[in-house]
């Protein structure tokens, strides 16, 4: 890929805070890290024509900021809704229908300020199909994939819960990490039951906190005077299926990440070994073997000796969800923005758990229960 024609990622922030922010509600943390976003590149929302964003309108986000846009994404498929809102990001600048797109996100995912009630909507699938039936939510309906997993491809308890154990890990060098301290596969094992192979430890945590993400054209970000260097959108994909486990093409596998991934890559012309680090969504401890499995890093049934291995770790040959995930750093709900922030600190070189020499980074979001997935390689001035 050329400098001419690239999509560049200029600014990229979090929230001020993250964990539990119970003095701001969902829309001020979109434009808490709006504003952080615009800092880190040295813009203001006069420089922005675009808003992209998920949870809260992109109409209200570009209004309480001030922005008379020229373009809106307000794409809501779930936590993978910020991958796709790059995606379209890179389109809309191509074809010169905005400069500058800003892409936000905030959720009072603990604290509740300014959120609706979690239900299903009465005509959507879930509430027809599978609420009936019993299930609460997503902790009573991933395992049932998981007990299929185990029972096709042998893997151990043991082995699902290094997942967690692998995150806490990275988690410890992350001063930002909602949980920092050491974990063992009999903590793991040993914590609470969710819903059988599931522990409260393969849980993701439960947050508040926003990010955001400033793009533009490669050819305006070497145009501008800015504090850390872009990191380029080297291809982008997405993809959906069923909006409910039973409607699932495989309880095994995710169609969404699969089809999604091998877009991505194959925009991006780079190639598995070429990557040098990977943030796969993990609101569950099986979603990142399964996205290990469905990118195409290994092969099918081979992620839990692949991660036992240690190549997922510090100082493995594969470092992945290296600020320690939704399982141990944060996870407000819709969790895929975390993973960019992540990702564009591990290329930009800034990240608090550095892993060295990053070029390339493929991030992965999931919404639902694998109903929806999009992907990102991102890439340094390097790889241009």
Request: proline fraction near 6%; hydrophobic fraction near 40%; aromatic fraction near 4%.
């Amino acid at each position: 890929m050329s400098l001419r024609g690239a999509i560049a990622i200029v600014g990229a922030a979090e929230s001020t805070d993250l964990g539990k922010i119970p003095d701001k509600s969902a829309l001020e943390l979109h434009v808490d890290a709006a504003l952080n976003a615009l800092a880190d590149c040295g813009l203001t929302p006069a420089d922005v024509d675009g808003v992209a964003s998920a949870g809260e309108m992109p109409v209200d986000v570009a209004d309480y900021l001030g922005i008379v846009p020229e373009y809106l994404d307000g794409t809501n498929v779930g936590g993978s809704s910020y991958m796709l809102h790059v995606r379209h990001a890179m389109a809309a600048i191509s074809a010169g229908l905005c400069e500058t797109v800003l892409v936000t996100h905030g959720e009072s995912g603990r604290s509740r300020i300014g959120m609706t009630p979690w239900a299903p909507a009465p005509q959507s699938f879930m509430a027809q199909l599978e609420v009936p039936h019993g299930p609460v939510g997503a902790p009573s309906l991933f395992p049932i994939g998981v007990r299929r997993y185990m029972a096709e491809y042998g893997m151990t308890r043991e082995q699902l819960a290094l997942v967690p154990v692998v995150q806490r890990r990275w988690a410890a060098m992350n001063p930002r990490a909602k949980l920092r301290d050491p974990i063992t596969v009999e903590d793991v094992l040993a914590s609470p039951v969710i819903a059988d192979p599931v522990h409260l430890l393969h849980c993701c945590l439960v947050t508040d906190g926003g990010g955001a993400l400033v793009l533009t054209s490669a050819e305006r970000a070497r145009s501008l005077d800015l504090p850390h260097p872009p990191v380029y959108v080297l291809g982008a994909g997405e993809s959906s299926e069923s909006s409910v486990v039973s409607g699932l093409e495989s309880l095994t596998s995710s169609r969404a990440i699969r089809v999604g991934g091998e877009r991505a890559l194959a925009q991006s012309g780079v190639a598995h070994a070429d990557v040098d680090h990977l943030m796969i969504y993990d609101a569950f401890a099986h979603v990142p073997i399964y996205g290990l499995e469905d990118l195409g890093f290994v092969g099918r049934g081979e992620a839990p000796a692949f991660i036992e291995d240690g190549n997922t770790a510090p100082g493995g040959s594969l470092p992945m969800n290296t600020n320690g995930g939704g399982l141990s750093y944060t996870h407000t709900g819709m969790y895929g923005m975390f993973a960019i922030q992540e990702s564009v600190r591990q290329v930009r070189g800034t990240a608090p758990a550095q892993v060295d020499g990053v070029d390339v980074s493929v991030c992965t979001g999931v919404g639902g229960m694998f109903m929806s997935s999009g992907t990102l390689v991102l890439g340094s001035a390097a790889t241009l």
